[in-house]
């Protein structure tokens, strides 16, 4: 039989609740992945990309599976086995960065911070003299801490600076060309408001000259998929594999969605949703995971008080409310929850709904 | 401005039109990935798998990209560098079998057959002494034409049967425990009537036990990605990578749209269909390109007549039926037809559609 039907407000790190129009747009009849309408789909997606991204690169695209695919591709297509490669690790992504680096055959040099801080530039820089490959996290949704990418960019040198940008694209200030960016990966599932499946991806053209020739991947080579999205202007499509056409058409909708309200709207309507539900935590008493001055609009962690059962909150939650908040991860799984504020839920309505669920919930599983 | 909406009969190589039960489910409320709700969900869409699959794998599960990254996930944790992989060859999805089994480091023992031919099982077996892996295409979309799985797998030996079922998965007979299929991978684009976007996978005891221990690809990692659906029975699910839920929601819901009519039944609504647009095609004057006795159901595939334009024909249904068929591959691109009856549209009514308009654009753009 198959499993129930039934709404969720979700309030984690991701999957959010997708805007309506990205919803409608999956139940678009399909197009083929070769039909000149789908053709103009992906060049409109890709053009819409770009606007989120804030870059002019040719190559920039809605790869064909999940955020964490879009890591992969950066690292397989970058790196060649004993390429120098800086990783800030601040939190679960940046762990998993030295993982996937490491099967490139990476010799990966870490550069490890406190969890909640966010990065250091200067020190991230003067880890190496000369790597190939400076990895960072934009905006870490294990620790909800936004570090600052052109700072970084500007510090970088000749090295090429890789970013997960998964849970800031679409409702964070995010400027991949004036900040340096040369390789970047994201997910649909946070501020995009679209359900998980692609990974939107970019990468300069100095990026793309210095790639793997022939990498490891074939699923994720990029100098195969640059001619399957028409990268190269004007260039004939070849086909490679068989796009996900509904999600690609849900991702379409999403963005015209987002460009119609404007993207710096979108980034102040995140800002005044976190404001909220910060501000809201600390009058109630909780206190912030994240170092101040440096927290993620998109999502909130917040500590669990001392004698709260984290779990039973959360059970609480979504047996009472059909409400998602997070856990923590690795050693905060019990003493943090993660709490997003994304696409059509970043509003201040949605924080005020959580501040007064939460108390309620804290309150009755005392 | 989005792309105008519109509605196409999908009869190329697929995707295909998906069940109307597909569609609906893409626009069910999301569910995190972690909720109880989702993950009985996922329960659910294995068990289905494993009964299109025909397998009692426990490690049977959709995997988070399009069936080409099924592919990749085969190879990527079946083969160590030096490895001997016989791969049959028989079109174009065997060539890309080579390519990618070349990347992860297999010494790969090619065995070709002429395209339109079913591959020789005996010549397959008898290719090297000892393979690690013996690799081929149930169902080759790029000709139409399917293979003989139950006698390789009888003449295998020690070696592993890898098979890519993403034509015949849902819609051909496929036995993947009868016939002794270790390592299978499929699409949801075809017989399954799901758009584009997972890949059904399943996997043996005895091949998960040769796996690599550490693979090249950390989004594939079969090691990793069996703790997340629960391959373990009774195992505690811990976080990979973020779902495509929506896809699976779609999944799960075709499968027990399948199941529900009865899979054998929906084997024989393909080959009915399938046969009605052969003699049909035949009655017609037109020639079949697959050889005789190795047509594969769910694609039919035609010599394109001598005078006729094929991109016109093509041109022409798309114009005046909205209606998609497809090239052909490789050096038959302007040569071959190949038309798909897949998922709802299996249908004898379709076929008889096809036939009208197809007769109709050779006619008409003579």
Known sequence: MQTPITTRSLFGPGPTNPYTEATVALGYPLLGHLDPLFIERIDHTCDGLRKVWGTQNARTLPLSA??????????????????????????LFGERMCDVAARCGADVVRVDHEYGQPIDPQRVAEAHPSPAIIAVVHAETSTGVLSDIAALGQLKGDALLLVDAVTSIGGVELRADDWGIDIGYAGTQKCLGVAPGLAPFTVSDRAFERRVENPRSWYLDLGMLGGYVGAASGAKRTYHHTAPVAMIASLEAALDRILGEGLENVWARHSAAAAALR??????????????????????????????????VRGYLLEKYSMEIGAGVGKYADTVWRIGLMGPNATVGTAEYILMALQDAVTATR
Chains 1, 2 share one sequence.
Not at 78 to 89: C, K, N, R
């Open 66 to 91: 999940t955020g964490s695919a879009g890591m992969e591709a950066a690292f397989v297509n970058m790196v060649e086995p004993g390429d120098v490669v800086v990783i800030a690790v601040n939190g």
């Open 279 to 312: 501000s809201g935590l600390q009058e109630r008493g909780f206190e912030l995971f994240a170092a101040e001055g440096a927290r993620l609009p998109s999502l909130t962690t917040v500590c669990v008080p001392d004698g709260v059962d984290s779990a039973a």
